[in-house]
């Protein structure tokens, strides 16, 4: 069974920069792809970012596109989500999720994942 945790969320000014890891167990992620996605107060989930394990497709929701940026380890078997130029509507809680196959169809959809990291949160404030 595969298992998530997020790490690396916390306090950061307007401009800053933070980088969250998506930490995988019980499984390689060879075979997975990987979606980050935040949730702010009062609004939906969003899917933010996109990551192909298998064969390393790429998308990125146009909101952070430029900005964030997925890079996977494949000796610790994580998948990091760099974070720049932060604004305070980033202030959300970020999660990893992970869904078996290759196509990138809805990836932006949370319905569409399996597997879920308990979140992590993330604050842009001066």
């Known amino acids: 069974q595969l298992q998530l945790v997020e790490s690396g969320g916390g306090l950061v000014q307007p401009g800053g920069s933070l980088r969250l890891t998506c930490a995988a167990s019980g499984s390689t992620l060879d075979d997975y792809a990987i979606g980050w996605f935040r949730q702010a107060p009062g609004k939906e989930r969003e899917g933010l970012s996109y990551?192909?394990?298998?064969?390393?497709?790429?998308y990125y929701t146009n909101s952070v596109k430029g900005r964030f940026t997925v890079s996977r380890d494949n000796v610790k078997n994580t998948v990091s989500l760099q974070m720049n130029s932060l604004k305070p509507e980033d202030t959300a809680v970020y999660y990893c999720a992970a869904r078996a196959g290759t196509t990138a169809w809805n990836w932006a959809s949370n319905w569409s994942y399996n597997y879920w990291g308990q979140g992590t949160q993330v604050t842009v404030s001066s």
């Open positions: 990551f192909s394990n298998k064969n390393g497709a790429t």
